[in-house]
Structure formats: C-alpha cells, structure tokens
C-alpha cells in the first residue's frame, strides 16, 4: 500500500496541509498510482504529557523510547509497517518523518526491515511554481525549519499554486536552474539571503530567472525588479564611497562621472551628495535617512552600497530606486 504522511506547524498549519496534501496526490496523479492514498498526520510537536495506557503499549511495540514527543499519526504509521500493511512513504520532503533521532532510529530500522520506500515527492511534483529553501548546518547535521517551510506553503495556497520543493544547502543554490523547466515563472524563497548572502552572486541569480522570464519573491521582503532609467523628472541622491586608497585618488572623478551620465542620460535632479572614505559611513546614515519612493540612489556601483544582499534591501525597502551605472537599476514592489 502507498500511504502520504503530512506534519504541519502553528498558524499555518491549515494551509500547509493542503499544500503538502495536494503535492503528494499530484505526484501520485504523475506516477500512475490509481488507489487512493490513505494520509497519516500531526500537528506541532509540542505533546509532553504522559502516555495512557494505549500509546505507551504502541511505543513499546515500535520500539520508542520513553520520554519521546507523543506523535500520533507517525506512530500509527510505524505500527501499520509492521503489520506489513505499507510498502512506499510519500513525503515532500524526509525530515517530516522525525522529531529527533530516536524517530530517526525506529524509522530507518523498520524501512529496513520490512522494505518500506520512502519517497521525497517534493522537488517532483508537477508546477510551474518552484519553492527554494536553503538548509544550514548546525554540528554536522543538516537544519531546516519546517516552520519556515509550512510559512511559505501557507503564501502559495493564498496565490493558489502547488509549488515544487527544492531543498540545497547552503553554497549549492546554483544547482537550482537544474530543476527549472519550460513551466516555471515563479520562484519562491524565505528572504533574499536564502539565495545568496552577498550581492553579486544573488544578483547574478535574479539576473539569470529575469532572463528565463521567472519571477523571484521574496515572502519576507517582496520582489526584486530590473528598472530602466526612463526619462521622467526625478529627485535623485549620489552617493560614493571610497573603499581603497586607489578609489579615494580617483574618486572625485567617480563623481564626475556619475554626473555627466546624470545630466545627459535623464532628466533627473540631484538633490544631495553623500562622501564617505574607507574608515567612515556617517554620510551613508545621512543617505539613508533621506530615501523615499520619490527619489532615486545613484552609485557607479552597487559595491559602494555594502556587500551583504540584505544591505540593498534595506536601502529599497525605502521605496527608493536605486540606479547603478555598471548593474543598472533595481526597485522592490
């Protein structure tokens, strides 16, 4: 028999159950699998009360140690592969299967032995919507919040779509054009960061799916979009840092520069011109505080801005546009 397990979290637990419902039939739909699939579940792990008399003998019978999270559905699960009554695990993704390693031990040990599959049916689900989630490491093992994840399954069932689920860990992201196809216009993450945490290579990485016409959003921050400069009048803010001696002799020409592009390009109105050297950011605090969506920040370079993804969030969450003259411009919406 094929069975589906689901386990969700908090607020989002409705949502995410379809969503991870709905992933699995699809899959099922795909492979040819005709019989309907019976669905074991749980919710939040958060049951430390004492078992009755019933669940204690279940835990004995799959062999569970005391003092293990009461979950029900999981162990109703156990309890069927031991009657024999289960022979493949449909999941969107393996780390719903346990809570901790003494879950992890009973689960492998009775796969094992009574060759049971376990199927990750997430990064195979048919979808044009592709939910990228980028898992750490903390002592060795891989960590992934299913929080985080049922967080982003609960914003696709509000934009109605059954996502397909790519797990990388961290440094792999670009692996994750292996698993865009011809349907795919929409690729879902966490925040910018899970992409990557330095400028050059998330914008490489947006650069990449704005060229495959793929929308990427951001649940936390919104979505990053390519601007021209157009030819509407504009009040725009200049802003140079000087990062090495080399950049500090030649940075009245960097400005210079951004100027005669400024004059001749557009129609734009420069307000303000914000200097710092390499051992100060005071004009950068007073740039900052001068952003809104009626301006736009004009650098030669986004590398001038900071180095980290988040910092030109941080500056466009402002509402500003922000103009380079060597990436071009960006905006968040």
């Not at 699960?77 to 493949?88: N, P």
């Not at 719903?96 to 031990?105: D, I, P, S, V």
């Not at 002592?139 to 967080?151: G, W």
């Not at 021209?228 to 940075?251: P, T």
Request: net charge neutral.
């Amino acid at each position: 028999m094929v069975v589906g397990y689901i386990r969700v979290y908090g607020d989002n637990s409705g949502k995410a159950e379809k969503v991870q419902k709905e992933m699995i039939q699809r899959y099922a739909e795909k492979k040819g699998i005709k019989e309907k699939i019976p669905f074991f579940m749980d919710s939040s792990i958060t049951n430390k009360r004492k078992r009755n008399m019933a669940e204690r003998k279940r835990a004995y019978r799959i062999k569970l140690p005391e003092g293990v999270s009461i979950m029900p559905g999981w162990e109703t699960l156990m309890e069927k592969i031991i009657d024999g009554e289960v022979e493949e695990i449909l999941v969107d993704c393996k780390i719903r299967l346990f809570n901790g390693k003494e879950q992890y031990k009973v689960l492998q040990n009775l796969c094992e032995t009574y060759g049971v599959t376990i199927v990750e049916v997430g990064n195979d689900v048919p979808s044009d919507t592709i939910v990228y989630y980028q898992s750490t490491h903390k002592n060795k093992r891989t960590s992934i919040p299913l929080k985080d994840i049922d967080s982003i399954y609960s914003r696709c069932h509000q934009f109605r779509v059954v996502p397909r689920l790519v797990l990388l860990e961290e440094g792999k992201m670009h692996y994750l054009f292996d698993y865009v196809d011809t349907n795919t216009n929409l690729i879902l993450v966490k925040n910018f960061q899970h992409i990557y945490r330095k400028v050059y290579p998330t914008l490489s990485m947006l650069e990449t799916a704005w060229n495959k016409s793929i929308r990427v959003i951001s649940l936390e921050e919104g979505e990053i979009i390519p601007v021209d400069i157009g030819h509407e009048k504009n009040n725009a803010i200049v802003y140079d840092k000087a990062r090495s001696m080399h950049e500090a002799c030649s940075q009245q020409l960097t400005l210079d520069v951004i100027q005669t592009f400024i004059s001749i390009k557009t129609k734009w109105d420069v307000q303000e011109i914000y200097i710092d050297d390499r051992n100060s950011n005071s004009a950068y605090s007073l740039m900052k505080k001068s952003l809104n969506d009626n301006v736009i920040l004009v650098v030669d370079t986004l590398g001038k801005l900071g180095t980290d993804i988040s910092m030109i969030v941080n500056l466009l969450s402002t509402g500003a546009t922000i103009y380079s003259l060597k990436e071009g411009g960006l905006s968040l919406v």
